[in-house]
């Protein structure tokens, strides 16, 4: 399912991005080339989340309009759906506060 391809890459970027918001602002910035690659990469992340959500909606509304109910299946995909909007949340507040702290 969508967990499973987007967590051999996000936890990377998610580390990258704690990584350069733990560091403390001793002799400046980190390296401006590194902190806008962490960004869009994390941006890109933040696209692909967006599309797994999109589709995950789109099959969660085939199903709800579909003469007989997989309730199962619904339940399933609305926790997916979940899953992905707090996955998407949190990603784009570390985005947000990466973006203010070393731009």
């Known amino acids: 399912m ?25 002799g400046g ?5 590194f902190v806008e690659n962490t960004l869009t990469d994390g941006y890109a992340h933040a696209l692909q989340l967006g599309g797994e959500r999109l589709g995950v909606e789109g099959r969660l509304r085939t199903l709800l309009r579909a003469p007989k109910r997989d309730e199962a299946q619904i339940s399933e995909l609305t926790d997916a759906l979940a899953d992905l ?3 998407l949340a949190g990603l784009r507040r570390l985005l947000s506060a990466l973006r203010a702290h070393a731009l």
């Open 29 to 33: 910035r980190p390296a401006r080339a």
């Open 85 to 87: 909007d707090r996955e």
């Open 2 to 26: 969508w967990s499973i391809r987007l967590s051999q890459h996000l936890p990377t970027v998610l580390t990258e991005i704690r990584s350069l918001l733990d560091q403390p602002p001793v």
